[in-house]
């Protein structure tokens, strides 16, 4: 089992910023992707970020150029640097965590933290 705390979520204007973290514990297997969806209000999930162990990191459209995603191995943590956010960004935004092994694939969510952009 694999735990996914996030951190980081609040309220902020439109043009500021925010940095989520996503801490994972448990049975970490060292390669592996960990990734930021998000889910508003009345629309489906969607990934917004996501970089594997090695560093390959793969954006969102409408957050490319605003939204920075790195992760700490030796901490087993990511992160989400969210700028200049707009009031669409608005969402619970959730840690995801996938790896791979003996050809099982394990996913993990985390619970999720509230990122409100006020206009």
């Known amino acids: 089992q694999v735990q996914l705390v996030e951190s980081g979520g609040g309220l902020v204007q439109a043009g500021g910023s925010l940095r989520l973290s996503c801490a994972a514990s448990?049975?970490?297997?060292?390669?592996?992707?960990m990734a930021w969806y998000r889910q508003a209000p009345g629309k489906q999930r969607e990934l917004v970020a996501a970089?594997?162990?090695?560093?390959?990191?793969n954006y969102a459209d409408s957050v490319k150029a605003r939204f920075t995603i790195s992760r700490d191995n030796a901490k087993n943590t990511a992160y989400l640097e969210m700028n200049s956010l707009k009031p669409e960004d608005t969402a619970v935004y959730l840690c995801y965590y996938n790896t791979i092994r003996a050809r099982q694939t394990y996913v993990y969510w985390g619970q999720g933290t509230q990122v409100t952009v006020s206009s």
């Open positions: 970089i594997t162990s090695g560093g390959a990191t």
């Open positions: 448990g049975n970490i297997f060292s390669i592996n992707t």
